[in-house]
């Protein structure tokens, strides 16, 4: 079946900094990916999506690029704000399926 | 676009009593929507997909008769948790299939007593 594995945080940067937070699945066919993000007693927002091969998703400066080679879709920023502390979730969608599948989440704390 | 609210946003009963969660999306339509349930410090739990007008599919260990679901219109579904127990207690949160990507609302935080 479906599965996403994520890299586990939590995650503690200096503002400015860079951030990485990889992503890889496990899936038959062509998947569409995505990265959510979810701030602290919110629900999960769309941060980016990619729905084929070498496409790059990107938003708010945060990029992610679908890697069907390495199965991977790490998440990526080159200068995090304060404002960019939350969980983010990687998750997969398979391209015969409605359902999607998530990854543990990934807590970053970003610090002044 | 592609905006999802849920209400109540927080709600604390006592046990024994239903508890009835909104799902609206405000702007599309969407023939499917999903229920999760989120553990502390915890990933979402699919619970069921709710199809309009018909039954929803529930997951594999989730109490149908428990957590009921209505998808009555193309904007709106809804999740009853009856008879509610404070192992019940947990963040819930739909979600709406617009075409290829699920959006999600804020989530609803029930406690029960």
């Known amino acids: 079946g479906n599965s996403v594995t994520q890299m586990e945080g939590p995650v503690t940067l200096s503002e400015e900094a860079f951030l990485t937070i990889n992503c890889t699945y496990t899936?038959?066919?062509?998947?569409?990916l995505f990265w959510y993000v979810q701030y602290p007693g919110e629900g999960l927002q769309l941060l980016l999506k990619?729905?084929?091969?070498?496409d790059k998703g990107s938003n708010k400066g945060f990029e992610a690029t679908y890697r069907k080679e390495t199965t991977s879709f790490h998440l990526e920023k080159g200068s995090v704000q304060v404002s960019d502390s939350a969980v983010y979730f990687c998750a997969l969608k398979g391209s015969n399926d409605y359902k999607l599948s998530f990854g543990a989440g990934t807590t970053v704390t970003v610090r002044a | 676009g592609a905006v999802v609210s849920q209400h109540p946003s927080r709600v604390i009963c006592k046990s024994g009593t239903s508890v009835k969660i909104e799902c609206r999306s405000l702007?599309?339509?969407?023939?499917?929507m999903f229920w999760y349930r989120q553990f502390p410090k915890q990933s979402l739990m699919l619970m069921a997909t709710s199809n309009e007008g018909s039954k929803a599919t529930y997951e594999q260990g989730v109490e149908k008769d428990k957590f009921l679901i209505n998808h009555a219109s193309l904007t709106l579904s809804t999740l009853t948790v009856t008879s509610a127990h404070p192992e019940d207690s947990s963040f819930y949160i739909c979600?709406?299939?617009?075409?290829?990507?699920?959006?999600f609302g804020p989530g609803t935080r029930l406690l029960v007593l």
């Open positions: 990619a729905t084929k091969a070498d």
């Open positions: 702007d599309f339509q969407a023939t499917t």
């Open positions: 899936a038959t066919g062509y998947p569409s």
């Open positions: 979600s709406a299939s617009g075409g290829e990507t699920q959006y």
